[in-house]
Nanobody, 129 residues
């Protein structure tokens, strides 16, 4: 059974940092991509960032604004998202996603949630004073 398990969510204050992790089990995604989406109340699931099969990264620059950093351990099938200078607008459920797609970091395909085949259950991140 393939599983993606997120961890690290919680309640933080504006300006704080928080790290999220995602661990894959049941199969390896070393030849594909892993990424993060987030979903705020009343909104659709939106792309946050991706680490491709070759280690390239891309982010939704408009929302992330250079504050988030993605890393991935291919051998362990884990991924980490470090979020800095968090804002109330970052409040959402964060979902880990994985795909067999051999996308380049310049590809637009990873921005669409429908192109990802595997999802975690999500972890809540709340930024509030």
């Amino acid at each position: 059974q393939v599983q993606l398990v997120e961890s690290g969510g919680g309640l933080v204050q504006p300006g704080d940092s928080l790290s999220l992790s995602c661990a894959a089990s049941g199969r390896s995604f070393s030849g594909g991509a892993m990424g993060w989406f987030r979903q705020a109340p009343g909104e659709g699931r939106k792309f946050v960032g991706v680490v491709t099969w070759s280690g390239g990264t891309a982010y939704d620059d408009e929302s992330v604004k250079g504050r988030f950093i993605l890393t991935r351990d291919i051998r362990k099938d884990t991924m980490h998202l470090v979020m800095r200078r968090l804002e109330p607008e970052d409040t959402a459920v964060y979902y880990c996603a994985a795909s067999d797609g051999k996308w380049l970091s310049s590809s637009p395909n990873y921005r669409e949630s429908s192109n990802w085949g595997y999802w975690g259950q999500g972890t809540q991140v709340t930024v509030s004073s």
